[in-house]
């Protein structure tokens, strides 16, 4: 049997080592369209994003700290 034919190695896989991706739809904080919300929970980030205006916020699930943001139209504080 060539290697093309030939079956993997399986490897036992429990469900700690899988991550289920959760993601609930939401209205965007910037333009008020249909926007989602991604919980990546082995990783502990929560990821905000809209489609129509490009809205972005990445941060720490656990802590809250924002880790990423973009978002066309809002001027940073001063």
């Known amino acids: 049997m060539d290697a093309i034919c030939s079956s993997p190695k399986l490897e036992k896989v429990t469900l700690r080592d899988i991550e289920i991706p959760v993601v609930q739809k939401i ?3 910037n ?13 502990q980030i929560t990821r905000t994003q809209c489609p129509s205006c490009d809205y972005l ?11 990423e943001a973009y978002a066309p139209g809002i001027n ?3």
């Not at 720490?60 to 700290?65: A, D, H, L």
Request: glycine share 10%; proline share 7%; aromatic share 4%.
């Open 31 to 43: 333009c008020g369209s249909e926007g989602e919300r991604h919980y990546i929970s082995q990783s």
């Open 57 to 67: 916020m990445v941060s720490c699930t656990r802590t809250g700290k924002v880790i």
């Open 76 to 78: 940073p504080r001063k």
């Open 27 to 29: 209205r965007c904080p």
